[in-house]
């Protein structure tokens, strides 16, 4: 059989598949017309996140008021009609409608009339945001229980306004006579946030650092359109769960170092009590360090210079630190000078063989492993940022990774040796993905040394700098913490950089946008979240309390809809009691850097390209219908 004839075969075949689904001239015809119709629908809103770091009740508020976005749909709303009291007490309703209606019983306001006025104002809303998506779409994102009846509350053409009025009126006094007023507010608030965002980016770190990443990761797990691109917090937790024990050992290290364990011993189930043992027993706490503290930081050290040996082509041995510590002189020699060290404890330190761990340190290790890749929730937890996340994403000419595309000084891609083959930009990331995946679905022990290598590895993707975690950790001189880091993050600063990796990545310069987390923009000293002209936008704005202080902001959401793009850089978060007491909110500060010509439309975005893909499929069906090449099958 010749090529064409071939494919003119597999034609036929998808043809006659896709006609089991359009039997009919008619039932393609129908189709064809929806997703015509469907193109011209505006672009759905999208909302760009980074570096929550276990930063739970701030990132939960976040989504809960849709970075800001349902405050301005209730002031767009109701703007001249209710008070900015009580546009404040209708939004902490939607954020927290089970809470708030608490409070509101026990204030005695819940009458009915407070029920038919909330009621037909969370109707309106919902109305109002319902409008730029099918009904089809609308009817899927609702409360199964209430669907029917949200569905007439909403859909209304102006001819039949004053005719529907009563009809809807009776239905809002029936919600509320038969006492499921409050079930009904919780769901059309639910409805609410969920027409307001249509998609989320979350551009990495969900973990270390503050204590709650698990509550957040199930609070992801049950979002409605979500992708992840992983973070270097991420990838370690990765690794550790996948049985990278240097990943490990730096998974424990952080939560001591940032005291954060629950989450650990309580959460995932790992108990550290053989290594708390075996650090009372070895080490001393008279220095300033705790005994569990110096434990974990040489078995980590032990085990990544083991790593580090085991790939030459990495070029890390300047890393390789431990070998040179004087302990009796509580001195380390780094390149001829000496630096003191914070202390001169290191009794399983072998001079001859300073990597290798000793047989109580092995045992405590393998106990840790065992317990870490036992965990149900952990794997829970890990087996949806794998589902849902990569390590980079191309979407709506949007270009997102986490932290950098190794760069050369001269702007150009570094290529970067893995395993005897030289790999630079788009090529990179994809190989770094693959290993990702084949360590927790093979185990394979290269691809697990890779997971912490992509962790704090020299020309990792998602990590950018020269790590100090050993300098950090002992020695007292705070300049040699300073961690170099890769010349992407300065030469994204000139646009035709931007360009050139935004033209790696496949997007046309002309309308393409890269965002990035991992590096605190330090806006409260002026430092700008927008880069390249326009072409960069760095949304690591500090979720993290402990860099508040910092970056004098509580974290960016990114939001691209279909005008443009903006960014809002959102201030500290108090309490959620607040949010209940007082109607105090986040407040944002919004900056809109990209305008587009003219509304964005589904027909402009990936979903449209992939519509007309389908629309040119029925055409070819409908053509085949037409010229007998296949029967219909319902006549």
Same mark, same amino acid.
């Given at each position: 059989m010749t090529d064409l004839a071939c494919r003119d075969d597999q034609r036929l075949k998808y043809l006659e598949l896709l006609s089991e689904k359009f039997p009919t001239t008619q039932a393609v015809y129908t189709e064809i017309i929806n997703l015509e119709a469907i193109l011209n629908l505006p672009k759905g809103t999208e909302h760009f996140v980074s570096d929550v770091h276990g930063e739970y009740e701030a990132f939960e508020h976040i989504l809960n008021n849709c970075s800001g976005v349902i405050r301005e749909r209730? $002031? *767009?709303? +109701?703007? +001249? &009609?209710?008070?900015? #009291?009580?546009?404040?007490?209708?939004? *902490?309703?939607?954020y927290y409608p089970k809470a708030k209606l608490r409070r509101i019983h026990d204030e005695g306001r819940a009458t009915e009339e407070w029920y038919a006025i909330t009621l037909m104002r969370l109707v309106r809303l919902a109305r109002h945001l319902s409008s730029s998506y099918t009904r089809s779409k609308v009817r899927k994102a609702m409360p199964v229980e209430y669907a029917y009846i949200i569905d007439e509350l909403l859909h209304i053409s102006p001819d039949e306004r004053e005719a529907r009025l009563a009809y809807h009126q009776r239905?809002?006094?029936?919600?509320?006579?038969?006492?499921?007023? #409050?079930? +009904?507010?919780?769901?059309?608030?639910?409805?609410?946030?969920?027409?307001?965002?249509?998609?989320m980016h979350f551009v990495g770190d969900i973990f270390d650092r503050g204590p709650h990443a698990d509550l957040i990761l199930d609070r992801l797990m049950g979002y409605h359109s979500l992708d992840l691109q992983w973070g270097n917090h991420d990838i370690v937790w990765m690794g550790a769960a996948a049985g990278s024990a240097a990943c490990l050992a730096?998974?424990?290290?952080?939560?001591?170092?940032?005291? =954060?364990?629950?989450?650990?011993?309580? *959460?995932?189930?790992? =108990?550290?009590? &053989?290594?708390?043992? +075996?650090?009372?027993?070895?080490?001393?706490?008279d220095d300033g360090m705790s005994p569990s503290e110096k434990a974990i930081s040489v078995i980590l050290f032990k085990l990544e210079g083991q790593t580090i040996l085991r790939h030459p082509n990495w070029q890390m041995d300047d890393r390789l630190l431990l070998e040179h510590v004087d302990s009796g002189r509580g001195v380390c020699t780094v390149d001829g000078r000496e630096f003191e060290m914070r202390t001169r404890d290191f009794p399983t330190v072998d001079p001859a063989d300073p990597y290798a761990l000793s047989p109580e340190e092995q045992n405590v290790m393998d106990g840790l492993v065992d317990a870490v890749t036992s965990s149900e929730k952990l794997r829970r937890h890990v087996n949806f940022l794998y589902e849902r996340g990569s390590a980079y994403l191309v979407h709506n000419d949007t270009v997102l990774f986490h932290a950098c595309v190794p760069m050369n000084p001269d702007g150009t891609f570094c290529a970067v040796n893995h395993q005897g083959e030289l790999l630079a930009g788009r090529e990179y990331y994809d190989y770094a993905d693959r290993l990702a995946r084949c360590a927790w679905h093979e185990h394979e022990p290269v691809s697990l040394d890779w997971m912490w290598y992509l962790w704090c590895g020299r020309l990792s993707p998602l990590s950018g700098r020269v790590v100090k975690t050993f300098e950090r950790t002992y020695f007292t001189d705070e300049s040699t913490w300073t961690e170099a880091r890769d010349s992407y993050f300065t030469l994204v600063n000139d646009p035709e950089v931007c360009r050139s990796i935004l033209? &790696?990545?496949?997007?046309?310069?002309?309308?393409?946008?890269?965002?990035? /987390?991992? *590096?605190?923009?330090?806006?409260?000293? /002026? $430092?700008?979240p927008i880069k390249g002209g326009g072409l960069l936008v760095v949304i690591d704005g500090g979720f993290c309390q402990a860099y508040h202080a910092a970056t004098g902001i509580a974290g960016y959401t990114l939001i691209a809809d279909p005008t443009g793009m903006r960014i809002k850089a959102h201030r500290p978060f108090g309490s959620i009691d607040d949010v209940l007491d007082l109607n105090k909110d986040i407040t944002s500060d919004d900056d809109r850097f990209w305008v587009e010509p003219k509304p964005l439309t589904i027909g402009d975005t990936d979903t449209g390209a992939d519509i007309r893909g389908q629309i040119a499929d029925l055409r070819d069906l409908l053509d085949a219908y037409r010229t007998g090449e296949l029967a219909e099958n319902g006549i």
């Open positions: 209730v $002031e *767009t709303t +109701f703007k +001249f &009609e209710i008070t900015q #009291d009580e546009q404040a007490d209708l939004c *902490t309703l939607i239905i809002i006094d029936t919600i509320i006579d038969t006492g499921s007023a #409050d079930d +009904f507010i919780r769901s059309l608030s639910e409805l609410i946030k969920r027409l307001a965002v249509d998609r730096a998974v424990i290290r952080n939560n001591i170092h940032y005291d =954060s364990l629950k989450i650990l011993e309580s *959460t995932y189930g790992v =108990s550290l009590r &053989e290594l708390y043992l +075996f650090a009372d027993r070895t080490y001393t706490a033209r &790696e990545f496949g997007v046309d310069p002309a309308h393409g946008h890269i965002v990035n /987390g991992h *590096t605190p923009v330090h806006a409260a000293s /002026g $430092e700008s």
